[in-house]
Each structure stands twice: as structure tokens, then as C-alpha cells.
């Protein structure tokens, strides 16, 4: 193909996942809408309860949907896991939602690059997370990004497709980050279901002081990074 048959082709591959994307959220969206009152996720226990399987294969769409969309923020899915299933079975369902819909963005920005994340992602974005390109420390970079609450996940995980990272380090990395958020979210979820008040308070001061660390050290972790690949690059010079 030549150049011009090349980027229509890109273009047109571009366009089929958008469409794929909104129509996922459409789908989704009457659960989202559910999820945000008191009601809503009332129906949505009893529906679950009525309807395991299906209810299991709803939720993990939607988990997936909020990874590669980032329609919502992940903690209130993370939550409705361990309300609707419990603490182990919803952890399961969203580890399992966080990997798939981290490999759907992972592969689809190696096929289709940097275009698709600038439409994606705001520039700002991407600007602060430029250090990822050529540190030495990328694996690390990840690691502690994804572990530490607050830190901008969404924008990583269409950023980090664009390293020469792995996708098997990529994945281990992330979703060791990842996991003991999730199962502090859905255990949180299946205590204020079942009314334990230790455990719900318990982890919500696990969440809380995370949130602070993150908050107050999200910018000099990212600004460490950054000055570590400055010093890099004066090396090489």
C-alpha cells in the first residue's frame, strides 16, 4: 500500500474503535446511570441476585468499559463489586475487568500509535508523562505510578503502550500496582452491604490516608521522574 492508502486505513481503523467504544457505552450506559443513586443499586443487588451470570458478565463489561473509556471514576465500579458480589468475587471480577480492558488499550495503541492517544488523552497529559519515553527507570515509573492513589492512571495506560515497555511488564507491573486498591474497594463495598462498620471504617482510613500521600506527593513523584530522564539525556550528551 502506499502512504495515502496506509493512513486512510489507519484512519478508518481509528474511526471502527470509537465506534466500538460508544457503542459499549451506550450499552452500559443504563447501568451507569443506576450506579450513581441509592435505588439504583438496590436494583441492580437484586437483579444481580436473580441473575448471577449475567449480572457477572454486566459488571465485568463495565469494568472494562471504565478502563478503556474512563467514563467513571474506578473506585465507585470497584465498590459496586464487593456490594453486588463480595469482597473475593468482586475483586475477582474486576482484577479480571482491569487486565482485559488494559489490554484492549494496550494493543490497540501499539497497532495504531500516537494519534489515537492525542484524541484520547488531554495534552497536558502527555506532556507530564513524556519521561516514560526514554527513562531507564520505566518499568519503575509504572509501578509506583499505578500504586500510588490520585496519580493519573487513565492517561498511563494509553501512554505507556507508547514505550518500548513489554506487554507482559506492563501487565505484571500494573496489575500488582493495581490489586491492593482493588481488593480495599471491594471489601469496603461487601462491609457496607453486610453493615460491618470496623471494616468499612477500617478501609476507608486505608483509602483515605493513600488518597493524602498521593495528593501530596503525586506532583514531586512525577517531577522526580522527570528530572531523572533530564539527567539521563545531559549524560549521554
Known amino acids: 500500500m502506499n502512504q495515502k492508502q496506509k493512513k486512510a486505513v489507519r484512519i478508518g481503523s481509528v474511526v471502527i474503535f470509537f465506534a466500538v467504544m460508544i457503542i459499549l457505552t451506550f450499552v452500559c450506559w443504563p447501568v451507569v446511570k443506576l450506579i450513581q443513586s441509592d435505588e439504583g443499586r438496590l436494583i441492580l443487588k437484586d437483579f444481580v441476585s436473580d441473575n448471577l451470570l449475567l449480572g457477572a458478565v454486566m459488571f465485568l463489561a463495565l469494568q472494562i468499559l471504565q478502563i478503556v473509556v474512563a467514563l467513571i471514576p474506578g473506585a465507585v465500579v470497584q465498590v459496586l463489586g464487593g456490594v453486588l458480589f463480595g469482597g473475593f468475587w468482586g475483586t475477582v471480577l474486576c482484577v479480571?475487568?482491569?487486565f482485559l480492558g488494559e489490554a484492549i488499550v494496550f494493543y490497540v495503541v501499539r497497532r495504531f500509535g500516537k494519534p489515537l492517544v492525542e484524541a484520547i488523552i488531554d495534552v497536558k497529559n502527555i506532556?507530564?508523562?513524556s519521561f516514560l519515553q526514554d527513562t531507564k527507570k520505566c518499568?519503575?515509573?509504572?509501578?509506583?505510578l499505578f500504586l500510588i492513589p490520585v496519580m493519573p492512571k487513565d492517561a498511563l495506560t494509553y501512554i505507556a503502550p507508547l514505550t518500548r515497555i513489554k506487554p507482559s511488564s506492563f501487565f505484571l507491573l500494573s496489575m500488582l500496582a493495581r490489586s491492593p486498591?482493588?481488593?480495599v474497594s471491594n471489601v469496603f463495598g461487601?462491609?457496607?452491604?453486610?453493615?460491618?462498620?470496623?471494616?468499612?471504617?477500617?478501609m476507608f482510613i486505608i483509602v483515605a490516608i493513600g488518597g493524602v500521600v498521593g495528593i501530596l506527593y503525586k506532583d514531586k513523584i512525577i517531577d522526580a521522574f522527570r528530572s531523572a530522564r533530564k539527567s539521563h539525556s545531559n549524560e549521554k550528551i
Do not use: K
Open 181 to 183: 486498591w482493588l481488593v
Open 96 to 98: 479480571l475487568g482491569t
Open 127 to 129: 506532556r507530564r508523562l
Open 190 to 202: 461487601s462491609s457496607l452491604q453486610s453493615g460491618n462498620i470496623f471494616i468499612m471504617v477500617l
Open 139 to 144: 518499568e519503575l515509573a509504572v509501578f509506583i
